[in-house]
């Protein structure tokens, strides 16, 4: 366990990276963080003097080689600790954009000695130095991914602290009534109580409710972040992969007239009529000896239950009887996603048979083209009341790793309460206590490990 530092940064190395994507632009900018930041950039930086440079002030000006030859003209940021994004002496460059001016650029300020950062460094310096807590720098990367208005909306919620104070405030009270259980244990021959048992009982209820309430709302956080998933799913044939690509627009999953094609996951996202959306491919079920297939269904089956909603293909030529059937046993299958029976192939079914499905369910045809417009439609409109469903609420959780925490948190307190209603001792309540506290901190990260740490900021781009 790491308990986090104060707010100094003695120690740390600097490091620099590129902090916009590769390719032609504009300009790109480059970044400078660490003690040795603001000495470095005016040693290879000609125009005014860095050194004596106030912080958040803007020079212009030219980066030189060590010869002295001319790299490119630039503007330079200076930012004094403790005022800036990683709380450490930091210089922005920005460059003419382009690869090989950058690159010189970033070339030239790592030969004065100075470290290139590892992916997500700069945040997690921001972190340790208390510019941030963990949900928000986790935030900064959701931020950086987010797909669609909405996820850009819940992470800039984090990002300004939401769910930290949400979780911070109920943490304050379980500190405050642990500390008061603690207490009356040095006291014990007293026999006085600091927190009665009708105020721990409540304390323990309404935490517990408030940790119920966010935990509840991840469902709808994660289809904010991730979009709604929806899985492609039916016999060996019907045509799932074809539909993929019809909805993706080329070829993606590979589509022949042999049972059995598709044994890998497929997960591909589409903004279907402004919906954004993550489409699942899967093997097609059936009884198989090919251990390879055999692991594609079983994969399938898995996607089922986290699905949202679960597109049911059959083949129209079947007609209705074997499509419900398998309706039922994967209605009972399903995590509580919502099942769509859809009839593909029906350029190949009889006009009785087509007569006896329609009204079932969408009736298309992929080769041909028949019913797809309203099929996208009709999952666009399904998306939508997923995401309807999930607006409402003060605190929003969208990241699985806070889940995971409040989840352990929920399961403290219930002990807790459990012990309280048992009348186990102090000890064994403040202990529970103590855990339901650890788990909330992780969330903020006021204690946590390397390997969290290591994990999070693993997902950010270099740069960042
Ligand atoms: N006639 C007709 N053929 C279709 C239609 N849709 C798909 N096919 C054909 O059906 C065959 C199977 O299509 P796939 O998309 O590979 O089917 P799948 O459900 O992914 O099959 P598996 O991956 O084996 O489970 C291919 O030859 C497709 O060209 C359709 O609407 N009409
Ligand atoms: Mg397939």
Redesign the pocket.
């Given at each position: 366990m790491t308990q986090i530092p104060s707010p100094s940064t003695a120690g740390q190395d600097t490091i620099a990276a590129i902090a916009t994507p590769p390719g032609t632009a504009g300009i790109a900018v480059l970044r400078i963080s660490g003690d040795r930041a603001i000495a470095v950039a005016s040693e290879l930086f000609d125009g005014t003097d860095l050194s004596e440079a106030a912080g958040h002030t803007a020079h212009h000006g030219y980066v030189r080689d060590r010869g002295g030859g001319m790299l490119d003209e630039v503007l330079v940021t200076v930012f004094r600790a403790p005022h800036s994004y990683t709380g450490e002496h930091s210089v922005e460059i920005s460059c003419h954009g382009g690869s090989v001016v950058s690159k010189r650029v970033l070339q030239r300020v790592l030969d004065s000695g100075i470290r290139h950062a590892e992916p997500g460094e700069f945040t997690r310096r921001a972190f340790l130095n208390g510019k941030m807590d963990l949900s928000q720098a986790e935030a900064v990367a959701d931020l950086i991914h987010a797909q669609t208005d909405e996820a850009h909306r819940a992470s800039l919620q984090q990002l300004e602290g939401q769910l930290s104070r949400y979780v911070g405030n109920i943490r304050d009270r379980l500190l405050h009534a642990a500390g008061m259980l603690e207490l009356s244990l040095d006291f014990v021959e007293e026999d006085v109580d600091f927190l009665s048992a009708a105020e721990t009982a409540k304390l323990l209820t309404e935490a517990g409710e408030q940790l119920r309430r966010a935990l509840d709302s991840y469902a709808g956080g994660r289809i904010i972040r991730d979009g709604v998933r929806i899985a492609?799913v039916?016999?060996?044939?019907?045509?799932?992969?074809?539909?993929?690509?019809h909805f993706l627009g080329r070829r993606r999953?590979?589509?022949?007239?042999?049972?059995?094609?598709?044994?890998d996951y497929l997960e591909e996202a589409v903004l279907l009529h402004g919906e954004y959306v993550r489409l699942i491919?899967?093997?097609?079920l059936r009884h198989t000896d090919d251990v390879i297939e055999r692991e594609g269904i079983a994969i399938g089956r898995e996607t089922l239950r986290s699905a949202d909603v679960i597109c049911l293909?059959a083949d129209a030529r079947d007609g209705l009887d074997p499509a419900e059937a398998l309706r039922a046993q994967l209605t009972k299958e399903s995590g509580g996603g919502e099942v769509l029976l859809v009839f593909?192939?029906?350029?190949?079914a009889a006009r009785e048979t087509v007569a006896a499905i329609a009204g079932q369910g969408p009736v298309?045809?992929?080769?041909?083209g028949?019913g797809l417009p309203e099929l996208s439609r009709r999952l666009a409109e399904l998306a939508r009341e997923l995401h309807r469903g999930s607006e409402q609420g003060s605190v929003l959780v969208t990241n699985i790793r806070h889940a995971d925490c409040l989840r352990r948190g929920i399961a403290a307190l219930d002990e807790a309460q459990r012990a309280a209603s048992e009348g186990m001792t102090e000890e064994v309540l403040a202990a529970e206590l103590r855990r339901a506290i650890d788990a909330l901190g992780e969330i903020i990260g006021v204690v946590t490990t390397d390997d969290i740490l290591n994990g999070i900021f693993s997902r950010f781009c270099i740069g960042k």
């Open positions: 492609l039916g016999a060996p044939n019907v045509g799932k992969s074809s539909l993929l690509n999953a590979i589509v022949t007239d042999q049972p059995g094609t598709t044994r491919d899967t093997a097609g293909l593909n192939k029906c350029d190949l298309i045809s992929v080769l041909r028949d």
